[in-house]
């Protein structure tokens, strides 16, 4: 059975009470993903821009953390004074790289952590073109992932997770990867699964600006749809292959359908060689409660790796998550009571299904979407900004007349700029 929206707690976020703030400040990148979605149009935002964004995110957003991304952050020429301004505004900065800069280069990440880095998501998958790795499996680059986790947890106090895009040739390997990051539960704090998505170029839809047709020259465009099938329950029921206590404790639902799930979200608990379960809706609400309870604004990430055991407490009201965690840490005492000395890790598992374009051209999009940007002084979805950097607003979608459609001869339906329905959204 697949993941169910009765048995996950909602995530209470919105458009304006939202922990995340989705900060680009760069669009040059120094190596090629597949389904990118931002052109190299006009290189690194200047940094009083960027701090003028942040301070909006503040203002209209209620963000506890930043998820700095780009092209490829690391390599603006003013990330640690943008670090810091982040940390002086109260916020977290997390940072989202694909970790060639960071290469033999200890350094620069101790750097990173003074001017106030929470942590990092490394992208790294199978389809990128990365300097001496490309061509390796998504098992292979289990070796360089390994490293990136061992030089962060040497500097230590970071967050470290990573992220990779799901496609049809590797979406039977998720299994294996999650084996291997509960094997390394004390140096992996997460993993952020994000399905393959693209604008279809194999003639079902027609693209319109305003009423006007175009050609979409956005990168993340796709000539099959066979590709974008993938869903966030697909990657679910792989991931119960390698880790039968894994569960989910909350979601995301889309903007357009009552019953897709664009986010599922979960936290996994374990000692080192076993894991023990996960937390459950009700320890998630618990959680979001009491932090905007006494922070005012809901919780992302946090650099927080160990369970302080007296956390099992909770278990009391998650008797199916936490408290289930809690009795199989006491069956493995019992087993080894080694064991009562052993920290209890955290292990974060996201599961991201990108937007869809549904068959009537409507776009669902992610309800609530935690990754919205700034753009021109309003907030877009992050996702599909270059449509506005390109043509000034939503690219919208219709059925062709070959294939069931009207040929384009209706005024395609107008998308909000703050609760946008959307299409063309790719892999992150």
Same mark, same amino acid.
């Given at each position: ?8 707690? @909602? ?6 009470? $939202?922990?995340? #703030?989705? /900060?680009? *400040?760069?669009?040059?990148?120094? &190596? =090629? ?111 360089? @992932? ?6 962060? $947890?040497?500097? #230590?106090? /970071?967050? *470290?997770?990573?992220?990779?895009? &799901? =496609? ?124 905007? /309870? ?135």
């Amino acid at each position: 059975m697949g993941p169910r929206k009765r048995d996950m707690y @909602r995530m209470p976020w919105s458009m304006n009470d $939202n922990p995340i #703030g989705w /900060l680009e *400040v760069t669009d040059k990148c120094n &190596i =090629y993903c597949r389904g990118c979605y931002r052109r190299n149009m006009t290189g690194h935002k200047p940094l009083e821009q960027i701090k003028e964004e942040l301070r909006f995110f503040k203002e209209w957003r209620n963000c506890d953390n930043i998820s700095i991304a780009g092209g490829e952050p690391l390599i603006h020429p003013d990330i640690l004074d943008i670090l810091a301004y982040i940390r002086e505004l109260g916020m977290k900065p997390l940072i989202l790289t694909n970790g060639v800069k960071l290469v033999d280069n200890k350094p620069f990440l101790e750097e990173l952590k003074r001017a106030g880095a929470i942590g990092f998501t490394f992208h790294i998958d199978s389809e990128q073109s990365r300097p001496h790795w490309k061509g390796k499996s998504e098992i292979e680059l289990c070796e360089l @992932r390994l490293q990136y986790a061992r030089m962060v $947890n040497e500097v #230590g106090g /970071l967050f *470290v997770s990573f992220g990779a895009t &799901i =496609y049809p040739s590797n979406l039977h390997i998720v299994p294996e990867l999650v084996r291997w990051a509960n094997e390394h539960i004390d140096l992996v704090h997460g993993l952020v699964f994000i399905t393959f998505r693209g604008a279809p170029q194999d003639g079902l839809f027609d693209y319109f600006v305003d009423g006007k047709p175009v050609k979409v020259e956005v990168s993340y465009t796709t000539d099959s749809t066979e590709e974008i099938g993938i869903t966030s329950p697909d990657v679910y029921a792989e991931i119960k292959k390698a880790n039968p206590n894994y569960e989910t404790a909350a979601y995301l639902g889309g903007s357009q359908t009552h019953d897709a799930i664009k986010w599922l979200l979960n936290v996994q608990f374990g000692i080192k060689g076993q894991m023990l379960g996960s937390i459950g809706p009700k320890g998630m609400e618990l959680v979001q409660t009491f932090y905007h /309870l006494f922070r005012g604004r809901y919780l992302a990430y946090t650099a927080m790796h160990k369970l302080p055991k007296i956390a099992f407490l909770l278990g009391l009201v998650d008797r199916q998550g936490i408290g289930r965690a809690h009795r199989n840490y006491w069956k493995a005492v019992l087993r080894n009571p080694l064991r009562l000395f052993q920290p209890v890790y955290t292990q974060s598992i996201g599961i991201i299904q990108a937007p869809d374009i549904l068959e009537d051209g409507r776009q669902d999009m992610c309800d609530s979407c935690p990754d919205m940007t700034v753009w021109d002084g309003k907030l877009v979805h992050s996702c599909r900004m270059d449509e506005w950097r390109l043509y000034g607003t939503y690219v919208t979608a219709q059925r062709h007349a070959d294939v069931g459609g009207n040929g384009g001869t209706s005024t395609p339906e107008a998308v909000p700029t703050e609760e946008a329905e959307g299409d063309l959204t790719p892999a992150r």
